[in-house]
């Protein structure tokens, strides 16, 4: 079955300290996304990466870090200097062919 | 600044009744308008618009674009209490390496029976 694997689904931290998001898709996509969904927000683009050792900063891009080593493979590292760490985090990739977006399930930070 | 803007914000419905979702946008290098629906984790997609005045459906969802107006609706007729979620629209905007969606806050549907 292909899809997009975030893990944890739930992630406890203390403030202060750095944590890494899991996101790994199997279905050959391109392109990998991660946005941040807070209550009455919406989703917020983070960072994007289109290729391999590539990647564009999103709208809200400070206090976080990306990699993209692996086609498969695009963690996302939220930093001490991220004021407001606490959020539902979302993963998604997509083909440039069809432009939709396929999600992952998302991991819940919450930053104590 | 590109911007999605969707209303009403919330809506809470019977079963039975008809829903229109409105979602306007202003983003530059358009490409298409998507639809998602997310009830608890990751959004599921409903439709993706590229033409103007083309509507699709899905069952009892239908949904249109009107590219003059920078605006789409989604329909959802004889509501059910599963058809309970947030409703996100995006612009697709970009092309090729620069392809993004920029989403919408939402619209939380309620159903009651």
């Known amino acids: 079955d292909g899809g997009i694997t975030q893990s944890p689904k739930y992630l406890f931290r203390k403030e202060g300290q750095n944590v890494t998001l899991s996101c790994e898709q199997n279905?050959?996509?391109?392109?990998m996304y991660w946005y941040r969904q807070d209550p009455g927000q919406g989703l917020r683009l983070i960072y994007y990466?289109?290729?391999?050792?590539?990647?564009q900063k999103g709208d809200i891009a400070e206090g976080y870090s990306v990699s993209r080593e692996k086609k498969e493979s695009f963690p996302l590292t939220v930093t001490s200097a991220q004021k407001n760490p606490t959020a539902f985090y979302l993963c998604a990739s997509s083909t440039t062919a069809n432009y939709g977006y396929t999600f992952g399930s998302g991991t819940r930070l919450t930053v104590v | 600044e590109d911007k999605v803007v969707q209303s009403p914000l919330s809506l809470v419905v019977h079963e039975g009744d008809t829903v229109t979702l409105n979602c306007s946008y202003e983003?530059?290098?358009?490409?298409?308008l998507l639809w998602y629906k997310q009830e608890k984790k990751a959004p599921t997609f409903l439709f993706m618009l590229?033409?103007?005045?083309i509507e699709k459906k899905s069952g009892r969802l239908s949904s249109i674009l009107d590219k003059k107006e920078l605006f789409s609706i989604l329909n959802i007729t004889a509501t059910q209490t599963g058809d309970s979620a947030v409703y996100l629209c995006?612009?697709?905007?970009?092309?090729?390496?620069?392809?993004?969606?920029?989403f919408g806050k939402g619209t939380l549907l309620t159903v009651n029976p």
């Open positions: 279905l050959n996509h391109d392109a």
């Open positions: 990466s289109q290729i391999v050792n590539d990647f």
């Open positions: 983003v530059t290098n358009f490409r298409s």
């Open positions: 995006a612009g697709g905007l970009g092309g090729g390496s620069n392809y993004k969606l920029t």
């Open positions: 590229t033409s103007s005045g």
